[in-house]
């Protein structure tokens, strides 16, 4: 690359644009030596002591950009590898079928899909090639988003921050020997009681492109907004902190629905722009207004933990739990975001 910076509208901490999602996965890699390895043909992050013939090995992939989700999810308790593509863009199919040989052990692997065409798709492939070579696979698909069923690089809704519970679960339920078909059928449960929707308060630049993805007015929010800044369910004038969050609470309670007398899970998330700051204000709202309605929550996980590079917004999720999932969510989990 030549020793003089390109000019963009957007400054960031990048070399070469091309090699930025390498980069970054090997600085994850030295930075966690003894809990993670870096393999770079398959843009792989996985557990160092993976695969084990003890436990069905859980695979993520998707779209680089969302960190901590999910390379920085791998650890003990969680993910067993991640696959990522560049940003915003699926894994190769490749790179999910080599990604599930070495992650291969006798009780399986379980894909989890977050439901975009391109992750989809790749991980269909990478499953029917693994599944020729006699591994048994398992599939489950996160579909959490209720802002829109249809959108931008989806059919149907959209995968997004609910996918931590399920990776959480999942992760758990895994270290504790439960078989594929098991896993598959948690990891649905989980994913059918939980709902999200994401609000964008400014746009994001992905390094090649160098400009942000779209333009929002001073006075503009983009209500629903998708983790690649797909379109959400309207534009909308800004206001105040506690109405955009009644909003966006109504349209994720009225939607299961969830009732009075249910516990949730309640996850107030960073798009990567926003400060922690907020982020606590905004659950305090969304705790007190839970409670108004009867629903009592009893997690609470307020941070980043599915963003869209330097977006300002955040994301609501609620996940109604039972006894197991409250077992399952409370288990040890180490991972390289530190975060549960």
């Not at 991640?82 to 599930?100: H, K, L």
């Not at 758990?172 to 990891?187: F, I, N, Q, T, Y």
């Not at 999200?196 to 779209?214: D, I, R």
Request: net charge negative.
């Amino acid at each position: 690359m030549s020793e003089t910076v390109s000019r963009t509208a957007t400054k960031k901490f990048v070399n070469d644009p091309q090699q930025f999602v390498p980069e970054m996965l090997h600085g994850i890699a030295l930075a966690n030596p003894n809990m993670l390895r870096y393999v770079p043909e398959y843009n792989l992050i996985m557990r160092a002591d993976a695969p084990s013939d003890d436990k069905v090995s859980i695979v993520q992939g998707s779209g680089s950009g969302h960190e901590p989700a999910h390379v920085m999810a791998v650890g003990p308790g969680m993910l067993d590898a991640a696959c990522p593509g560049d940003v915003f863009a699926a894994p190769p199919a490749d790179y999910v079928y080599e990604t599930t040989k070495l992650m291969n052990s006798a009780k399986g692997v379980l894909h989890i899909i977050n439901n975009y065409t391109g992750d989809r798709m790749a991980f269909d492939m990478g499953r029917e090639l693994a599944e020729a070579d006699g591994i048994k696979v398992g599939t489950v698909v996160v579909d959490d988003d209720v802002a829109v069923k249809d959108s931008t690089w989806t059919v149907g809704r959209r995968g997004v921050a609910g996918n931590f519970f399920v990776i959480k679960a999942l992760g758990a339920a895994s270290a504790r020997g439960d078989d594929l078909e098991s896993l598959v059928e948690l990891g649905q449960r989980v994913n059918s009681v939980a709902r999200s929707m994401g609000v964008a308060l400014s746009s994001c630049t992905p390094p090649a492109k160098g400009t942000p993805l779209f333009e929002l007015g001073d006075d503009e929010i983009e209500m629903g907004v998708g983790i690649h800044g797909e379109p959400g369910r309207k534009r909308e004038k800004f206001r105040t902190a506690n109405e955009i969050a009644d909003e966006m609470l109504e349209a994720i309670v009225t939607d299961l629905p969830y009732e009075s007398g249910d516990e949730v899970a309640v996850m107030v998330n960073g798009l990567g722009g926003t400060p922690i700051s907020e982020l606590y204000l905004l659950y305090g709202h969304v705790h007190e207004n839970l409670e108004k309605r009867g629903i009592k929550p009893v997690r609470s996980y307020v941070g980043e933990y599915c963003t869209s590079l330097e977006m300002a917004g955040m994301s609501l999720t609620l996940v109604r739990l039972d006894d197991e999932l409250k077992e399952l969510l409370s288990a040890p989990a180490e991972i390289a975001a530190r975060i549960f």
